[in-house]
């Protein structure tokens, strides 16, 4: 990570108010006792992006394990092409830079800030030591481990086996089972949908409307979604 950039912003002191809510805001921290996560918090260093800064890029050496404070963090890789692929998008409690915890290696991806941004850094001898000390700290990674290697493994097989319509009736049926409701806000850009279903923004807006004029979604203002007909979506 490159701190001199103009646009970082550092806070040096570790027991400021941030780094605390940063801490507790996190899954693989929050469930410590007040000392264990003082302890944590001592290690952490806050650093600010403004919106477009990068966090790191491939190639850069990974030394840290980054935590979204506030802001929106998107991770992409780059194909041989250019193209861009959207891995993943962090909100506030999400976390990037796991793999600095097995070795200090090279990152494959990128990471951008998608608005003003505050990430705390914990560094990974730190961390280590942490983990060390800490094991339920390794069981809650693994948990996120194992969500994220789900989550891959469903993308890789959609993109080789179902045609674009269906890789977008899946995520669209997906964000109705988390919101629990009939309508959803789309939680990115099409954009950046686009590019996590591996199609074009024009590709997704035009096969929107297809689902739209089969009666079985509605696009409303503000990227909002509601399904009329879930079953027959999932047909698709």
């Not at 935590?67 to 692929?85: A, P």
């Amino acid at each position: 990570m490159d701190n001199t950039h103009p646009h970082h912003h550092i806070h040096e002191c570790s027991n400021s108010g941030s780094h605390k809510s940063c801490v507790s805001l996190v899954p693989i921290f929050n469930h410590l006792d007040v000392e264990q996560m003082d302890e944590i918090i001592a290690t952490v260093q806050t650093v600010s992006f403004k919106k477009g800064d990068f966090i790191y890029h491939a190639g850069d050496r990974s030394f840290s394990l980054y935590i979204v404070h506030k802001g929106k963090v998107k991770i992409y890789r780059l194909s041989e092409t250019g193209k861009e692929q959207l891995v993943r998008i962090l909100n506030p409690g999400d976390f990037t830079g796991e793999l600095t915890l097995f070795r200090s290696d090279l990152h494959e991806s990128f990471a951008e800030a998608m608005a003003d941004t505050v990430v705390c850094t914990i560094h990974q001898a730190d961390l280590q030591d942490l983990l060390l000390k800490y094991p339920s700290i390794s069981l809650k990674i693994l948990e996120e481990f194992s969500k994220r290697l789900d989550q891959s493994e469903k993308q890789i097989t959609r993109f080789a086996t179902e045609k674009v319509e269906t890789r977008i009736a899946l995520f669209l049926a997906e964000c109705v089972k988390d919101s629990q409701k009939q309508e959803f806000i789309l939680p990115m850009s099409k954009k950046n949908l686009a590019s996590f279903l591996g199609t074009t923004p024009e590709t997704l807006s035009r096969k929107l409307s297809e689902f739209e004029h089969q009666g079985l979604i509605k696009q409303k203002p503000h990227k909002m979604i509601e399904i009329v007909n879930l079953d027959e979506l999932l047909l698709i």
